[in-house]
């Protein structure tokens, strides 16, 4: 026969309750890195309503030219607007936390680093573009 657990059958469990401190709503606004972060979260919206639009223009096909209209522009100037702010805060944010070690005792340079992303997403778009037009 097996031993019980041990505080098994004392019917009493302390419960404690943990401490939660109050976070007012907007605590994003306090801080520019916590804003930033905000803003750069928040340029999902206008490239899914771009996205949307040109679902809908797909869906048309050959009708009329939705994203000819002005609120077609408009969505796509902001969506444009938004995937550039999201893709040069990631190009920063992912130079400030991928550590690259060439020896144990060389780090390449964060600046570096962001060189090298900001270089390559400037070839990628080159590519894209030569081949757009």
Known sequence: MSAPAIGAGSGS???T????????ANW????????????????????????????????RLPGAGLLRSPLGIAVSVLALVAGIFHSITWHILS?????????????????????????????????VWGLAW
């Open 95 to 127: 130079a400030q936390i991928f550590v690259f070690r060439l020896s144990e005792d060389y780090e390449v340079p964060r600046p570096v680093l962001m060189a090298v992303n900001f270089g390559a997403w400037l070839v990628v778009s080159a590519i």
């Open 17 to 24: 309750k943990t401490y939660r401190k109050p976070v007012p």
């Open 13 to 15: 469990r302390a419960r």
């Open 28 to 59: 994003w606004l306090q801080r520019w890195p916590y804003l930033r972060f905000m803003l750069r979260e928040a340029t999902s919206i206008p490239i899914a309503a771009f996205l949307v639009l040109l679902l809908l223009q797909v869906a």
